[in-house]
T-cell receptor
């Protein structure tokens, strides 16, 4: 069965510092990988996704994630964070093909950006 | 509307009561999903509709939970004989038939007292 592990429940960081949010998954089949973000009092929003092709994917607001099949990881990175990046970040995985609709989420990492 | 709409946004009910939660997906989206998010956890899959039919209801925790989508658009999640353990945020999401991006609503916060 698939599972997603986000080891860090909270990551405090100063503004303009780099950050990495870790995500590891377990699956016996090929997968699609996602990062969702939940800002305070808002719904989940898709940040970026890996379906196939280039293993490095980027979002419009400066985040990037790299699919590493050998390490079964999909860590999220940003070279310089802003106060507005403070949010809960969820990593998710789904199987490809007919089961691609079912997302399995990690428990989330709260990114707290301090001035 | 522009996004997935869920009502009510907050619901407090007494143990043993019946609850309905409504979801209005993005116009034109044929796929609809329900997830449940307990405090401190990520969302957990409940059920997936393709059109009017439930294509996968394997995530429903027991037979007190039921969901319908009679006309292939709006969906209602129904919970009978609510228990305190049912307290959670119930998230609805939708996607186009050919897309892989799933769009979530803001959720319905259910508290069972």
């Amino acid at each position: 069965a698939q599972s997603v592990t986000q080891l860090d429940s909270q990551v405090p960081v100063f503004e303009e510092a780099p950050v990495e949010l870790r995500c590891n998954y377990s699956s016996s089949v090929s997968v699609y990988l996602f990062w969702y973000v939940q800002y305070p009092n808002q719904g989940l929003q898709l940040l970026l996704k890996y379906l196939s092709g280039s293993t490095l994917v980027e979002s419009i607001n400066g985040f990037e994630a790299e699919f590493n099949k050998s390490q079964t990881s999909f860590h999220l990175r940003k070279p310089s964070v802003h106060i507005s990046d403070t949010a809960e970040y969820f990593c998710a995985v789904s199987e490809g093909g007919d089961s691609s609709y079912k997302l399995i989420f990690g428990s989330g990492t709260r990114l707290l950006v301090r001035p | 509307g522009a996004g997935v709409s869920q009502t009510p946004s907050n619901k407090v009910t007494e143990k043993g009561k019946y609850v309905e939660l409504r979801c209005d997906p993005i116009s034109g989206h044929t796929a609809l999903y329900w997830y449940r998010q307990s405090l401190g956890q990520g969302p957990e899959f409940l059920i997936y509709f393709q059109g009017t039919g439930a294509a996968d209801d394997s995530g429903l925790p027991n037979d007190r939970f039921f969901a319908v989508r009679p006309e292939g658009s709006v969906s209602t999640l129904k919970i009978q004989r609510t228990e305190r353990g049912d307290s959670a945020v119930y998230l609805c999401a939708s996607s186009s038939i050919s897309g892989n991006t799933i769009y979530f609503g803001e959720g319905s916060w259910l508290t069972v007292v």
